[in-house]
Each structure stands twice: as C-alpha cells, then as structure tokens.
C-alpha cells in the first residue's frame, strides 16, 4: 500500500478544498508545504526478512518520495531488538530473520539522521486464521461479465475478528506477432529518395515471444466479522476482473494475502479508505484532514506522523485460471495491431503521386524499440509495431519461478 503518496495529496489537497470550496477542476501546486513522516510498517508471523518503509510527505507537483536513508529503524521486543537498514527509496529490510511469536510484545523505532526520534505503541501479534479457500467464480459488475475473485477464511478463528487484503496478479503474455525471423539493416547509403539499404533476415530471439507483467494491489482491502452472524470470511470478494481484459488472454496467476489485524489497525485502515482510497472521490466525500496511527514522535505529541505499526499474522494462496475455464471469448490484446505493407521498390514521387515506403520501411524497422518483421515476399515486407511482435518492449520476458503452465 503506497501510503505516501495517497495520503501526501489527500493531506494537502483537502487545505486547498476548503480554502477555495472548489466545485471544479482546478492547477494545484503547493504552498505552506510541512513535512510529516509517513510510516509503512507490517511486521508479520512469517520467518522472513521483515520490511519498514520510511518516508516523508512530498510536494503536489512531484512525484518522487522523500526518503532519509541514514535514519536508523529497529523493531523491539522486551528480550530483543532488531536492526533494519535501508537498501534504497525508503525502504529498510530486517539485518535478520525473524517472526513475530504470540505473546510478545513488539515496538518500532525510528531516529532520523537529524536526531528526531519516533516510537510506536507496543503491538502484540494477532490470532490466527487461515485463508481456508481462494477461487474464481464467473459473475458481473458495471464492467459486464468477467470473473470475481473470492476467499473464504476457516471456521476457526480463535478470536480474529479484523482482516486486511492485498494481493498480487501476474500475467502470462503472448506475443501474437511473433516470428523467428527479423530483419537486420545495413549498409545504408544516401539521402532522401536516394537512399538504399540492405535488408537482411536473421533469427529472432525465442525469448521475445513470452512475457510477464505483475501488478500488486494498492487499494484497501478491509472484512470485518466482528458484526456477521457467521464467525468467518465467506466469499469475501477480493478483485473482479472483466472477460474482456486482456490479462485473461493468455494465462492469470493472483496470490492473495490475508492478514489478520488489531481493532486499531482496522480503525485506522478503515478510516484512511473512507479519507481517500478511491482517488476519484477526494474532493466529494468526508475530508476530516488527518488520521493519527500509533507512531510519534519524542520530542512533541503535537506533531503529526502517518502510519501505522502492525503486528499481524498472514497467510497466503494462489491461483491459476484462463479465459477459456469460463468460455469467453478470446479477449483483445493490450495493444491494437495493425500490420503494415511497405514496398522497398517505391521511392517516391509528385505526379503521379506515390508514398516513399522505402524511407518509411527504414524509418520503422530502426526506430527505438523497430517495427517487427512478420513476412516478406519479393521486395514487400509486412511489418507490425514492436509490443505486438515482442512482448520484451513492454513487459518481462523472464518466467517467475512459481509460474504454472
């Protein structure tokens, strides 16, 4: 969850709203700035690296996070602390291994290179509940029809009442124009009508052919059954994906994430979503202006920090489907293809009136990132814009390691 950014507009957006009650769309740049510290900080029950993200609010009109790489980070426990450094834009990985264990009581701890020290409430770790079920199930929304994501937690909670999502899709993506030939240039010769060049075909890469894209979540993703009359998670709906995205053209992975949450965490969650999770109702829903977490500083109660120090347990599931398992039709590509002809024999010319598709051919196929080569045929060559004949240009061609075919 990216809360700098998200809170760092809503924050200084809401002062220019009610200064100037605005109806309309309006050039905002910042005045009066003041800089708060914006903390991201979810220490799990997993034996892993754990990770502290520190930063600071930025300006409107930037967007680039302000980060202090010489603060100092450690997570304390009444037996133990735990040292993290900083490996870059503001993030502090844990020197070591470790998992927050029940009844243990954590705190984090944070001194700026200038000398400002911040404390947070001492956390303990929450109960534990599994995700018991992940699947995908054909349904419909305002997009259409398409498929929802949904997750069911076990029936055995042991007093986890407060849950929190978040999740990370992964895409299979295949090149539909792709060939195992292309075309070298060389030799080029000339100006203007009079340039030649020598057009030669070579073997193509195999591995611009299949690609890999991943997003991760950044909305907030809250289920609370501290109010259901069945004490569990029951087809909690996670993402809905409609059957004409393109992520569902080739192959779709989607590991979901459940954290188990204190009612603190929960509170502050919820209200930072209500504040401003949907970037679209900024300007028209509730503007309380600041939500205080359980971060502060030393030096003054007064001041403000943003953030929140969490002490959760997690558990996780992925899952593997394709448009077909829902008999949709093949979705669209993510880009519209058109396959060009281009004669390398016409040059040219005013009357009678003829394009110069020997100078456009060479324009395309040494362009940053060149036209891909479909076929050719005497001096007539089919070409097509790069992302539809090398997945590579727009996305990763190295298959993740827990990718299922």
């Known amino acids: 969850m990216k809360l700098n950014k998200l809170y760092t507009h809503i924050f200084l957006l809401f002062g220019f709203c009610f200064l100037f009650n605005c109806t309309e769309e309006i050039q905002l740049s910042t005045e009066n700035f003041k800089n708060v510290l914006v903390v991201e900080a979810t220490i799990t029950d997993e034996f892993k690296t754990q990770e502290v993200k520190v930063t600071s609010t930025f300006l409107l009109e930037s967007d680039t996070p302000v980060f202090d790489a010489g603060a100092s980070v450690q997570v304390a426990t009444s037996s133990k602390t735990y040292n993290f450094h900083h490996v870059g834009e503001g993030v502090f990985y844990s020197d070591e291994q470790f998992q927050a264990i029940k009844d243990e009581s954590y705190k984090l701890l944070i001194t700026t290179s200038d000398g400002k020290k911040y404390y947070s409430n001492s956390e303990v770790l929450a109960p534990k509940a599994e995700l018991e079920n992940l699947y995908a199930e054909l349904g419909s929304s305002e997009e259409g029809s398409g498929v929802y994501v949904l997750v ?48 030669d075909i070579v073997e193509r890469p195999a591995d611009q052919q299949n690609c890999y894209s991943t997003n991760t979540s950044t909305e907030i993703l809250l289920m609370s059954v501290s109010s259901l009359s069945e004490n569990r998670v029951s087809r909690f709906p996670i993402k809905f994906i409609s059957e004409n995205s393109p992520f569902l053209r080739d192959r779709y992975s989607i590991l979901v994430k459940q954290y188990v949450q204190s009612a603190d965490a929960n509170n502050f969650y919820k209200i930072l979503k209500e504040l401003g999770g949907d970037s679209e109702s900024v300007f028209v829903t509730n503007q309380p202006g600041f939500v205080q977490g359980n971060i502060f500083s030393e030096e003054s109660l007064e ?103």
């Open 152 to 199: 069911d937690s076990n029936n055995d909670l042991d007093g986890a009442a407060f849950f929190r999502y978040e999740y990370e899709e992964t895409y299979k993506i295949v090149s539909p124009y792709f060939r195992f030939q292309d075309i070298s240039i060389s030799n080029i010769q000339g100006v203007s009508k009079e340039r030649t060049y020598d057009i």
């Open 303 to 405: 001041e403000k920090v943003i953030g929140f120090f969490d002490v959760s347990t997690v558990t996780s599931k992925r899952i593997y489907f394709n448009y077909a398992d829902f008999n949709f039709v093949l979705p669209p590509y993510y880009f519209d293809c058109e396959v060009r002809l281009l004669d390398y024999d016409k040059v040219g010319s005013v009357d009678p009136y003829q394009l110069d598709e020997r100078s456009i051919l060479l324009t395309l196929l040494t362009d940053n990132p060149p036209f891909k080569y479909i076929s050719g045929f005497g001096t007539l060559y089919e070409i097509v814009d790069p992302e539809c004949g090398d997945c590579s240009t727009f996305a990763s061609n190295i298959k993740p390691e827990f990718w299922e075919d």
